[in-house]
């Protein structure tokens, strides 16, 4: 089942577990900062794997357009979900306990040619590049978003100035 409410989303932000949230909410406050509506669920490749395939298999039809998934450890979610829907995939993978995220990120990046996985950095700043990734996708085909992207850049660069001042 795809939990949605009120506008259709565009953008689905899944994780393997309640846990990843403090990662996977950066995703989030990118996509609310460009006023992307999207969804946010729980849905585990080992838990419950019969949910994701159905959420794979409902995604396109649902109206999304781009998912981002995250995981930790042996992170097959990302993975598991691009083996079952075109659309683009975005993993996320998030730092664990035992081996800092190294598991996570290397159970995500390694696809076999012809099931993409776009992967970003580990932890926080993947999440963020993640939201930011998909915003840029939705760009290609939205001028609201591809101006608000230049804006956002924009600012990234003035605070780089402005932290000069800091150099006392
Ligand atoms: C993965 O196992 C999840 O993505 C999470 O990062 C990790 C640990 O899950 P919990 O034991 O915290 O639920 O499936």
């Given at each position: 089942?795809?939990?949605?409410?009120?506008?259709?989303?565009?953008?689905?932000?899944?994780?393997?577990?309640?846990?990843?949230?403090?990662?996977?909410?950066?995703?989030?406050?990118?996509?609310?900062?460009?006023?992307?509506?999207?969804?946010?669920?729980?849905?585990?490749?080992?838990?419950?794997?019969?949910?994701?395939?159905?959420?794979?298999?409902?995604?396109?039809?649902?109206?999304?357009?781009?998912?981002?998934?995250?995981?930790?450890?042996?992170?097959?979610?990302?993975?598991?979900?691009?083996?079952?829907?075109?659309?683009?995939?975005?993993?996320?993978?998030?730092?664990?306990?035992?081996?800092?995220?190294?598991?996570?990120?290397?159970?995500?990046?390694?696809?076999?040619?012809?099931?993409?996985?776009?992967?970003?950095?580990?932890?926080?700043?993947?999440?963020?590049?993640?939201?930011?990734?998909?915003?840029?996708?939705?760009?290609?085909?939205?001028?609201?978003?591809?101006?608000?992207?230049?804006?956002?850049?924009?600012?990234?660069?003035?605070k780089v100035t402005e932290s000069n001042a800091q150099?006392?």
């Amino acid at each position: 089942m795809i939990m949605t409410e009120g506008t259709t989303p565009e953008v689905a932000v899944i994780m393997g577990s309640a846990s990843d949230w403090e990662t996977m909410k950066h995703a989030c406050e990118i996509l609310d900062r460009f006023q992307v509506p999207y969804l946010k669920q729980v849905v585990s490749a080992h838990r419950t794997p019969e949910l994701m395939a159905e959420f794979a298999h409902n995604a396109r039809e649902a109206g999304l357009k781009v998912i981002i998934a995250g995981a930790g450890g042996a992170a097959h979610l990302p993975g598991m979900v691009a083996a079952q829907t075109t659309l683009p995939v975005i993993g996320v993978p998030v730092r664990s306990h035992a081996l800092s995220g190294w598991d996570s990120l290397l159970s995500i990046v390694q696809m076999p040619g012809g099931i993409p996985v776009a992967t970003t950095a580990v932890g926080n700043s993947g999440a963020t590049n993640a939201g930011l990734l998909a915003v840029q996708m939705l760009s290609a085909f939205d001028p609201r978003l591809a101006d608000a992207l230049a804006d956002y850049r924009e600012e990234l660069k003035e605070k780089v100035t402005e932290s000069n001042a800091q150099l006392v």
